[in-house]
């Protein structure tokens, strides 16, 4: 029997129709058993077509070559075979071996030889990698985490701050300003906020002491690019405000939160310094954690690493605070405040050389920390 066509008859006696039809059944079932082997929900509708098809299906082709042009004797015997064809590829088409081979796939789609896809997992940036564990510490210690605009009113990056306009102290923080503000009270223009310590501002405006929170996010400076410096870099920052709040209270916190994370070896020391929003102010340098102290080329070989401005909290800041929170009365609280910049712990930590790998998004080097 040819591939389209089905066989030729040879007589309508008993016999030839018995071979003929035996034939034709054999064909079904090997048509049948083919289709099985490609499995394939395709593979059982084309054995569908192949002998139901309305148009070219063999038993219509079978119906008009043999039943119609038969003499009326043969088309009882004929007919009566003809009738028991179809129920033969019906229950094929139910039968559920189709499913047990085939239950949901194509088999043809997928190879299972081939490797699968590959997909890499994920992993912290070495910068928030950092900044969760620096907040973490503080996060022990009972203090929460407070959040705010990067994009600031110069009132409260600068003027709530105790900088006020025109204070030379702003230049230390050569700050980028959103274009087309001028028409503006000078209070109210925006800037890309040059440190994250708008926030104590805003947090104490929402809410009386005590104070205990940690803040981290991204600030950004006019500073030219180079290894060290970034136009957009991050800092952590910490403002805690209650009754009796000391200077050794900071001394403490701050000895504590770089014992615990850089190792309990690690020593702490205070210098002098200024920012308009602390008095005292200090600037803290740990012990090089790298040498012991010894002098490396991560200390410069001097020992010591600077690491963070801090002081006790100036009263003129709590003078703006006032206005919306009362209890913030410099006679009856104190608090103090520090910040730090990420960026430059993450490089030490990490022995980062360069800080514009801390943002190109290359994969080759962020794959190094998964
Ligand atoms: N905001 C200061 C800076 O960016 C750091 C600082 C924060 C100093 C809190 C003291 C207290 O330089």
Request: glycine share 8%.
């Amino acid at each position: 029997m040819s591939q389209e066509g089905i066989p030729q008859l040879d007589g309508y006696s008993e016999d030839a129709l018995d071979r003929a039809f035996a034939e034709l059944e054999k064909e079904v079932d090997a048509s049948a058993l083919e289709a099985t082997k490609r499995g394939t929900s395709d593979a059982v509708e084309e054995f569908r077509l192949l002998w139901l098809g309305r148009k070219q299906g063999r038993l219509k082709q079978v119906s008009e070559a043999w039943l119609k042009s038969a003499p009326v004797e043969a088309r009882k015997s004929i007919g009566l075979r003809f009738n028991a064809l179809k129920p033969r590829i019906e229950s094929w088409l139910v039968w559920e071996g189709w499913t047990s081979t085939q239950p949901t796939l194509d088999a043809e789609a997928i190879d299972v030889t081939l490797p699968g896809t590959h997909r890499a997992l994920g992993a912290e940036h070495p910068l928030i990698k950092t900044m969760h564990e620096m907040v973490a510490v503080f996060q022990r210690m009972g203090y929460s985490v407070g959040v705010g605009p990067e994009v600031e009113t110069d009132y409260y990056n600068f003027e709530s701050l105790n900088f006020p306009p025109g204070h030379p102290a702003r230049d230390t923080q050569d700050t980028l300003v959103v274009a087309n503000q001028d028409r503006k009270p000078l209070r109210d223009r925006l800037l890309m906020r040059t440190h994250t310590s708008p926030v104590q501002i805003r947090t104490m405006e929402q809410q009386p002491p005590p104070v205990r929170i940690v803040i981290r996010g991204k600030v950004h400076r006019n500073d030219a690019a180079d290894a060290t410096h970034s136009p957009i870099f991050h800092q952590i920052e910490g403002l805690c405000v209650d009754t009796n709040i000391t200077f050794s209270d900071l001394k403490g916190t701050l000895d504590h939160a770089m014992k615990e994370f850089f190792g309990s070896s690690v020593k702490t020391r205070f210098f002098p310094s200024f920012f308009p929003f602390t008095e005292p102010s200090a600037d803290v340098q740990i012990s090089c954690p790298f040498c012991g102290g010894k002098g490396c080329r991560k200390c410069k070989y001097s020992g010591w690493i600077e690491l963070l401005g801090c002081g006790m909290v100036d009263p003129a800041v709590f003078g703006f605070v006032q206005g919306k929170q009362p209890a913030y009365d410099p006679k009856k609280i104190s608090g103090f405040a520090f910040g730090m910049g990420v960026d430059r712990i993450a490089m030490m930590k990490y022995g980062i050389s360069d800080i514009s790998l801390l943002y190109s998004g290359d994969a080759r080097f962020l794959e190094q920390f998964a």
